[in-house]
């Protein structure tokens, strides 16, 4: 692997990690404050609440194909790779 390589690979790692703690510390907020609620809402509420992914449509699949395609293009790019076809 190049250096290049390694480096968005290292990129990619990081911001897991960073999403991983976030929702550490996002869990251990919650708990520390229904803890200390009144009243808790019922689980069916809660549940309710979260967002639902929509299906998608033919053109919202085809713009996010044609993003990725361009995504890819740039990155060979950047790397100097010839993409696969």
């Known amino acids: 692997m190049t250096l290049r390589e390694n480096l968005l690979l290292f990129d990619g790692f990081l911001y897991r990690q960073q999403l ?5 510390v996002s869990s251990a907020w919650l708990m520390a404050n229904w803890s200390r609620a009144k009243r808790m809402p019922s689980l069916k509420s809660i549940l309710s609440k979260l967002k639902k992914r929509k299906p998608k449509t033919k053109d919202e699949i085809k713009k996010a194909k044609e993003d990725f395609q361009r995504m890819a ?13």
């Open 20 to 24: 991983s703690t976030e929702q550490r």
């Open 73 to 85: 293009e740039n990155m060979t790019k950047d790397l100097n790779i010839k993409p696969q076809e």
